[in-house]
Nanobody, 116 residues
Framework: QVHLVESGGGLVQAGGSLRLSCAASGNIFRGNVMGWYRQAPGKQRELVATFTHSGSTNYDDSVKGRFTISRDNVRNMVYLQMNSLKPEDTAVYYC??????????WGQGTQVTVSS
């Protein structure tokens, strides 16, 4: 079993920055992909960014150049640095860990609100 805990959400003005953190605990093995997803009210959950255990990253086009994902494999942490935030970035942000064979884990989510 894997347990994910997010932190770092909050209220920020447009143009501001926030840094989200996610701590993973439990049965953590190599080969996983950690990432961030978000869900705005009335919308489906969507990919923000992912980071493989070997170092490859992937970003949604809407956040490229503004958000940076990083991870610490020793501490089993993943981070999301969010700069130049926009009101449309407002959502609940979820940490995710998935293994290639399909085991998929989610955190409880952290609210990010960007005011205009």
């Amino acid at each position: 079993q894997v347990h994910l805990v997010e932190s770092g959400g909050g209220l920020v003005q447009a143009g501001g920055s926030l840094r989200l953190s996610c701590a993973a605990s439990g049965n953590i093995f190599r080969g996983n992909v950690m990432g961030w997803y978000r869900q705005a009210p009335g919308k489906q959950r969507e990919l923000v960014a992912t980071f493989t255990h070997s170092g490859s990253t992937n970003y949604d086009d809407s956040v490229k150049g503004r958000f940076t994902i990083s991870r610490d494999n020793v501490r089993n942490m993943v981070y999301l640095q969010m700069n130049s935030l926009k009101p449309e970035d407002t959502a609940v942000y979820y940490c995710n860990l998935v293994y290639p064979l399909g085991s998929n884990y989610w955190g409880q989510g952290t609210q990010v609100t960007v005011s205009s």
